[in-house]
């Protein structure tokens, strides 16, 4: 097996750490990994503003600016090729899937996705109070002001965030629609902080089916994501061991990803993930 870092961020994400692509690339060759993906948060439709509450950081540091995008390619295909000896470096985007915006969404990836062979589709955002998106993993408020209270309770959230899932795996989004799906239960990001419920609804339990049979009739892959190990009110990855099991039962690709947005984070967790890979 190949040992693969399947998603990563890089200098070009407002909300990271700004350390520099490439010393993250150094360190994941030392760790042993052979293959490397540079997934960076491709930007937000502009007209998204409109549709958004909560604080402003969540969509002012949710996403790289258009105007990066030139740049981000320069770097990320120098590395590339400086490193095509020691590792193989694969160049892509983590896609926020927002159902409102799915045209353009497949018409930013009919642009750029030519300069890809690699693509992750996220749900970070759904609608709430107000009718408006909200963040699902910026701050413990906003999840509580515009998204939990108004559900109600944990197994309603699920709900709406499995639903969510569901759409972005059969939502067609082109020729450079992204084939994996990202951390599929990020929205148990802050359980710890609520007390949200351990185990899910027989509903939910048939949702998260209805997304693995998803994935699999459309031969996408998932991320296994190590970073709600490290968030201190989830500490289990995404999606947990018992997902990941039946994911691979069904023949699914289990992709693991650090979701690194610093040099610290590279390699996070991933010999708890490595015998689902």
Not at 12 to 36: N, R, T
């Amino acid at each position: 097996m190949r040992k693969r870092e399947g998603h990563s961020h890089t200098e070009f994400c407002p909300h990271g750490s700004g350390d520099d692509v490439e010393l993250m690339i150094q360190k994941a060759i030392k760790l042993g990994f052979q293959e490397y993906s540079i997934t960076e948060h491709a930007p937000l439709p502009p007209a998204f503003k409109t549709m958004y509450a909560g604080q402003p950081t969540g969509l002012t540091e949710a996403s790289m600016a258009m105007g990066d995008l030139e740049a981000y390619f320069a770097k990320a295909n120098r590395m590339k090729a400086k490193y095509a000896q020691q590792i193989h470096i694969h160049i892509g985007f983590e896609v926020d899937f927002i159902p409102d915006f799915a045209d353009w969404t497949r018409a930013f990836l009919d642009e750029y996705g030519p300069k890809t062979d690699d693509g992750i589709l996220s749900v970070h955002f759904m609608k709430g109070r107000n009718g408006k998106y909200w963040c699902v993993d910026d701050t413990p408020e906003d999840f509580a002001t515009g998204l939990l209270e108004p559900a109600g309770d944990s197994q309603t959230i699920f709900a709406q965030y499995f639903k969510a899932v569901k759409q972005s795996v059969t939502t067609d989004l082109g020729q450079y629609g992204p084939q994996r799906i990202g951390h599929m239960t990020l929205v148990r990001k802050f359980q710890d902080h609520f007390s949200l419920d351990p185990d899910y609804s027989q509903q939910n339990q048939q949702l998260i089916q209805e997304i693995l049979k998803a994935v699999a009739d459309s031969h996408k892959q998932l991320d296994f994501n190590a970073a709600g190990l490290y968030k201190q009110d989830c500490n289990e990855p995404y999606p947990n061991f018992p997902i990941a099991t039946t994911a691979k039962k069904l023949g699914i690709p289990l992709i693991y990803g650090s979701d690194a947005h610093s040099i610290a984070e590279i390699g996070h967790g991933y010999h708890a993930l490595a015998p689902f890979l």
